[in-house]
RNA sequence: GGCGGCAUAGCCAAGUGGUAAGGCAGAGGUCUGCAAAACCUCUAUCCCCAGUUCGAAUCUGGGUGCCGCCUCCA
């Protein structure tokens, strides 16, 4: 498969560094606030990525951290008048919450928090320091840029003209104006942690650097997140990993693009955050991860309400021909396939490797979308009462390995209660007496329950809105 | 100023050299008591200009218009 590298510019073949084993970092959360749809564009996108991986048979590693100690934190902390540890725990509950909404595969997350690696970030630092890497400014220790070799090579920039752009923050403390902090020096009340050079906490990209490294080696395949973090955060990860390790950091740089919403950047100033948790008042959060998959991951995206509904839509087409295939399911007999049927397992099996071949090509999930909508319109049009059961059964299969792979399609029917499935019989009744006032009366009044009664050649079916 | 991205039908969105996928919406039809679902049919020459080529939405150059990063915001 090829994957598009930030580093190079290039689509490349991806080849894991061990054979069969993907070793993957996304970036995770700052748990300071509810997540919002520009958050959960990479948790989505590199989930699905992760589930490929999973799908094509590879053992995958996949780490997510959280960011729980940071001056967004702090300033939340002492807004809400409580801690900073209760902050973090509050709102990685809240994620936790969010994620299992857009279906991430969370059992098979490594969630570590920046807090709990503070001692390899310390030997991390020291060990900077001994190589002439950082230099400790009373308390401060900041990573010395000119230490690293090819500083800008991820977003290809040129530190003179960082430099002379005048919009670093200047330091008296800073040997060049481009040094970062690794640790900060702890102000008054502060939550801090003891060092070799006094209270202080760890600067933010070291968390990653460090917890990619300890968990996942010095040299990881994967590392992604949102293309806003390219500068500095990736390039300050790479420069001091590198510089500590002298290997290659992470040999795939997967960065997505951003979301606007209506039309306009999510910002502070403009105050249009939008939260996973208030999407969900109007939309099941699968519409809102199949709307995240509808466009290729590096292009930007815009969120309406309008193209929600859209999303909506589609996404009910193609679970109607995953109803389908269930009702088909239980109506077919099974038998040995005839030669027909042959050729429209061979068609079935074709749309499936479209998917894989789209997939194959950067994650295209738009055009892997495009033929599960293909694959449906096709077993719609094709499979039938008559068909043998084993050609349904393997079309089904298909259809729901591919939604899998997208992690949609996921939610399956509950039983309906007693007294809905007394109505429905009673409507059925109604019908057969041509009594068709009161028949539209109880579907009515079923809809307003959200139970979709279909007439079919076949009989009544149901299905939840 | 530096780096980068985008511009395809009413809307969303694939397609990176061979004569425009898919979805939503819309129109007509089949089926139906009516609906729904499903199926069939219909709806674009790809921002503009020039060039390369037998041939370009796709490559090159020049415009125009949006947008992002360069401020610990995914």
Redesign the pocket.
Known sequence: MKLYNTLT?KKEEFVPLVEGQVRMYT?G??VYNYI?V??A??MVVFDTLRRYFIYRGYDVKYVVNFTDI???IINRANEENTSYKEIAEKYIEAFLEDAKGLNLLEEKTIHPRATEFIKPMIDFIQRLIDIGAAYNADGNVYFNIEAAENYGKL????IE??IS?A???VSEEKRNPMDF?LW?KAKEGEPCWESPWGKGRP??HIECSVMARTLLGDTIDIHA?????????HENEIAQSETLTGKPFARYWLH?????VDNQ???KSLGNFLLVRDIKKEFDLEVLRFFLL???Y?????FTR??M???E??LE?LY??KK?LEYLLDKTEDRPLNEEEEKHLEEIEKYKQDFID?MD?DI?T??A??SM??L??YT??NLNEKSSKALVSKAYQILMELANVLGILYKKDEILEEEILELIEKRTEA?KNKN?KL??EI?DKLREKGI??????EGVKWRRI
């Open positions: 510019r970036c959360p700052t919002h520009g958050n564009r990479p940071d001056d967004k977003s290809k920039k040129n003209e960082l752009g919009r670093v923050e902090a900060k600067g933010w997140g949102g293309e806003d973090l390219q500068f500095p955060h997505n693009a951003m979301i606007n950047k999510m910002s509808s466009a290729h590096r292009t930007p995206m815009n309008d193209i509904k859209q999303m839509k589609g087409r109607n021909g389908n789209s090509d295209n738009a055009d979308i495009a909508f293909e449906v319109k719609n049009s019908r068709y028949a539209d579907r979709i009664l279909e007439d079919t050649p």
